[in-house]
């Protein structure tokens, strides 16, 4: 009789286990059908690399150390003009000239716009001191005329008292 089943305890990956991990692509080559090989004419198979029946190859990735560092075979010696190569130093001392110029036109609008926003602020900083100047003005004479109207207010309440005083004074002096 057959052994039932049983359940396993090997842990299974998760699905994105692997995720950050670069695989390298593998390196691989192959052909054309033969009917499709055959089609591509003679002078562009020249071009590429063949196997030994002369079938065009194609790879996966370009290979690690390719010769003349991958500049092709015909163009490997060609190199600047002597004229190119005589003037370049000028080019460069040109260009050179043209960015400490375009440096020296950006640090000096930076140099205005700095100074018209310095005197933007002070000019803003005078006219609220002088708008503070008069608000604690205002505030201070409006606290005037109204300890002015509360004296004229309280005047009869002192005289009363006053009035007072005097008679409580008077009827401690009969007493004695």
């Not at 692509?25 to 562009?44: G, N, Q, T």
């Not at 409580?168 to 007493?175: H, M, N, S, T, V």
Request: no cysteine.
């Amino acid at each position: 009789m057959p052994m039932a089943p049983t359940p396993s305890n090997t842990a299974i990956p998760h699905a994105n286990a692997n995720a950050n991990i670069h695989a390298a692509p593998r390196y691989d080559s192959w052909v054309l059908y033969d009917d499709v090989d055959a089609s591509i004419p003679r002078e562009v198979r020249d071009q590429y690399q063949t196997d030994d029946k002369g079938h065009v190859l194609f790879f996966t990735a370009p290979p690690q150390n390719r010769p003349k560092h991958g500049v092709a075979e015909e163009n490997a010696t060609l190199g600047h003009s002597a004229r190119y190569l005589s003037g370049i130093q000028q080019h460069r001392a040109e260009r050179e000239r043209k960015r400490k110029e375009r440096d020296e036109a950006l640090r000096q609008q930076e140099a205005d716009r700095a100074a018209r926003d310095s005197e933007v602020k002070e000019q803003t900083a005078r006219q609220m001191s002088a708008a503070a100047g008069r608000q604690i003005g205002d505030w201070i004479l409006s606290m005037q005329r109204e300890n002015e109207e509360m004296e004229k207010e309280l005047a009869p309440v002192r005289a009363q008292k006053a009035a007072w005083i005097a008679e409580r004074d008077a009827l401690k002096g009969q007493g004695q």
